[in-house]
């Protein structure tokens, strides 16, 4: 049996569910920690899992790169060399060729490239993108699409998607099915209604074990984001999972679950780890901020990660300040804690049918921020 996805319960839109893996079970909604090259920047896997996190996301194109797929194949798989046995899903590439590649070339059969790295020639297709990912070993592998970018004309998005459609079906082909892995098809068409559901179409009657979006988050604004995935989850199949590429603003996670999208990722949580941007369940911050300096408070003092229990505002500050590595280890760790338990929240109110005014509550302390040191004295 394929990779599967099982339904507890719904809250309108909003589904709660078990994705079942050949490398074990992850409840969903879920927010996967990036490790685009094998690691999650800044953190042991140890680490990693002491958040909760249960399934994390590696990328095609980067590992192609360096160390290469044969290598991680011959050193035992992408599992065994980054201390991951759990869950691994595998962007196909198609992005990162478009926004980092040098000197792409696109035609029907692939893209022909050159390295962001050191120039050197690549080409990726439909087939050889599945064959990295067996070679790393992913549990969820991403089918090669071409991200369309924005703005787009209709035509461009048409010709775009359709594209993208028939790579899904040479990479449905070239996917060799095991107990526990799966292939997800991705739907593109940019924020025209007709065309995403086309896509939908198209996908279903080609058949995935699960069904991502994607093209969005890429400059059209989160109400146009939301209008697309209005029109396009309901023609998505209700057995099966369902992930929003590439989206990760607290704001928007709330807001996608409750359109019905079961999985997340983005780099936000690590990268503003490294730049002393704090997610916080008073809102964000910049921990470089002169007001901190004096502050002996916890960071959150609802959250159980080690910055928040054993070290106080004032000393982060102090890390950042010194450009200590330190600094971005313990904010990025804090980070993807801050998302774990966002994701456990909304899927404990989904378990409820609470996930409404559990939103409005997180927004609503968004809102109110952060009272000073002084205001509390």
């Not at 209005?230 to 057995?239: G, Q, R, S």
């Not at 005014?357 to 809102?367: I, P, V």
Request: charged share 20%; aromatic share 8%; with cysteine.
């Amino acid at each position: 049996m394929t990779l599967s996805w099982t339904r507890h319960a719904t809250d309108g839109a909003a589904r709660l569910g078990t994705l079942h893996t050949a490398h074990g079970d992850v409840a969903t909604p879920v927010f996967m920690p990036v490790g685009t090259a094998g690691t999650v920047k800044g953190m042991t896997a140890d680490a990693v899992r002491s958040t909760g996190a249960k399934l994390i996301l590696g990328n095609t194109y980067h590992l192609m790169l360096r160390p290469g797929a044969e290598r991680v194949a011959r050193l035992g798989g992408l599992h065994k060399l980054a201390d991951w046995p759990g869950p691994i899903l595998t962007d196909s590439g198609g992005f990162q060729v478009m926004s980092l590649s040098k000197l792409r070339k696109l035609d029907q059969d692939g893209v022909t490239f050159r390295s962001h790295i050191d120039g050197s020639p690549h080409r990726l297709t439909p087939e050889r993108s599945i064959e990295i990912q067996h070679l790393l070993d992913a549990t969820i592998t991403m089918a090669f699409d071409e991200c369309t970018p924005f703005p787009a004309t209709p035509d461009e998005a048409k010709a775009s998607m359709e594209l993208s459609m028939r790579w899904a079906a040479r990479c449905r082909a070239g996917f060799v099915p095991r107990e526990g892995y799966g292939l997800f098809g991705i739907v593109q068409g940019s924020v025209y209604p007709d065309l995403r559901q086309r896509s939908c179409e198209a996908l279903t009657g080609i058949g995935f074990e699960g069904y991502a979006v994607g093209g969005l988050a890429v400059g059209e604004g989160q109400a146009m984001m939301f209008d697309t995935l209005d029109v396009t989850v309901p023609h998505l199949p209700e057995t099966h999972p369902r992930y929003l590429m590439g989206v990760g603003a607290p704001d928007d996670i709330l807001g996608a679950v409750a359109r019905g999208i079961d999985m997340f990722d983005c780099v936000i949580p690590t990268r503003a780890g490294r730049t002393a941007r704090a997610y916080t369940r008073a809102g964000v911050f910049n921990m470089k901020n002169a007001r901190f300096a004096d502050d002996g408070r916890p960071l959150d003092p609802d959250c159980a990660c080690p910055l928040c229990t054993r070290h106080s505002r004032a000393y982060l500050n102090h890390l950042f300040k010194c450009a200590e590595m330190l600094g971005p280890i313990l904010l990025t760790w804090h980070n993807i804690q801050y998302y774990q338990d966002l994701m456990a929240g909304i899927r404990g109110a989904i378990s409820t049918g609470t996930l409404a005014q559990f939103a409005a509550d997180t927004r609503a302390r968004w809102g109110r921020g952060d009272p000073s040191a002084a205001e509390l004295r």
